[in-house]
Every structure is written in C-alpha cells, then in structure tokens.
C-alpha cells in the first residue's frame, strides 16, 4: 500500500512479536514503515522508522517520512543508473577492443598477401587499401581514400568499374572475371577480378570490396 505502516504497540502484534528487534535485544516498540518506489511505481524497499517507546506521531511526521522514503528510492535509483552506465562502459570497452583486434587482423592479413585489395562505400570512393595497390598506382595512401575511380584510372575503366560496383551492390552477388583491360599505351593486360558487397551491422550494403590480381603473364602462356 502507498500509505505507511504503522505499528504501535509491537510486542503486542502477532507478527512482530517473537522478532529480535522486539522481543531482544533491541526492544523496539514503534515502527512506521513507508514503501520505496521506483519511477516505474515498482517497490524497492521500505523507509522505517524504528523507536523503543510508542511516540506519538503527527501528520508532518508521516509527510517527512514520506520524503524522506522518495529520497532513498532517488537514491537506489541513482546507484542503479551508475552502476548500468559503468556496466555499459566496461561492455563498450570489450567491443571495442574485440573491433580494435579484429581490424588489426584484417590489416595484417591483406597487407601480407600478395593480391590488390581495396574497399569503396556506397558512392564509389574508396576506404582502404593495401600496400599493393598503393605501390601499382604509385602512390601513397593518403591520396587514394576518399577519391573515386575517376580521379584514379582513365576513364572508360572508371565507368567499368563503377557498372560493377553498382551491380554487385544491387544485386547482392559476387562477380568474379578475368578481365581485359586496354591502357592509354594500346597495350592489353589481363586481371582476375572478385568484388563482393560489404554489409553494416544491419545486413544493409554499403560498399564494395575488391580483390584483384595479374594473370597478363599466364594469359600471355596459355
């Protein structure tokens, strides 16, 4: 009940009776009980008052234990939400870390393979990639992220590229070719291609990931 619990005479109350806080060795004789309550009006605990005679209480008095029973349940509350915010913190610093060793292995392992691999968003501009790539193109990181293929390649290999991206990112499906790709100089070279889309956490496609490799040489044999 929301009204407080009062007990007057415990020594006489069947309840309270054989407890030790009545019957030894505290002795007590009042108690007035007022519920605590969460902001969700679910019930946390009690506020009580606890005397060894039977004073005599008046409104005011009930009024201020009242007060007093919604400052302890502010309070627990308090405590609650700091000990969720640091429970989330710590959780925060796991997922972190497990982020932080997870793009450490992806980076370790695409710069020790001898393939190019590369990442682009949504748009076409790219997000990564490796040493390899950046040594064909002969440049440094730094000035590839963030630029498309337009600023990078000639341009009907740009438009190519950008066709495919767009496919696999509409259609969801991986392509894998060999391709022929015919430079400024008129000279052909060959390059195995496999893009694939990359994915939020919430399986929506925002990029594309590259890999691609020379095969000028083998093409060249066969």
């Known amino acids: ?3 407080p619990t009062v007990i007057e005479k415990a020594h006489q109350d069947s309840d309270w009776a054989q407890s030790p806080l009545v019957a030894g060795p505290w002795h007590v004789q009042f108690m007035a009980g007022f519920p605590i309550r969460s902001q969700q009006n679910t019930l946390m605990g ?3 008052l606890l005397h060894t005679e039977q004073p005599h209480l008046e409104k005011k008095d009930y009024e201020a234990l009242g007060i007093i029973a919604r400052q302890a349940a502010a309070s627990i509350q308090l405590g609650d939400t700091r000990a969720r915010i640091t429970q989330l913190s710590d959780e925060h610093q796991k997922v972190k ?3 932080d060793d997870s793009e450490s292995f992806y980076h370790n392992l ?3 393979l001898p393939q190019h691999i590369i990442r682009k968003d949504a748009k076409g501009c790219f997000t990564f990639a490796n040493e390899n790539f950046c040594q064909a193109l002969g440049r440094d990181l730094k000035e590839i992220l963030g630029k498309d293929d337009m600023d ?3 341009a009907h290999l740009a438009s190519k590229y950008r066709q495919d991206d767009q496919k696999v990112m509409r259609t969801r499906q991986k392509i894998e070719t060999t391709e022929a790709n015919e430079g400024l100089n008129q000279q052909t070279s060959y390059v195995h291609v496999i893009k694939t889309p990359l994915y939020d956490h919430q399986g929506q496609v925002v990029g594309v990931q590259g890999i691609f490799w020379d ?3 083998k093409i060249t044999t066969e």
């Open 1 to 3: 009940q929301n009204a």
């Open 46 to 48: 009690l506020m009580t």
């Open 97 to 99: 870390r497990a982020f």
């Open 110 to 112: 695409v710069e020790s």
């Open 152 to 154: 990078l390649f000639p």
């Open 215 to 217: 095969v000028t040489e």
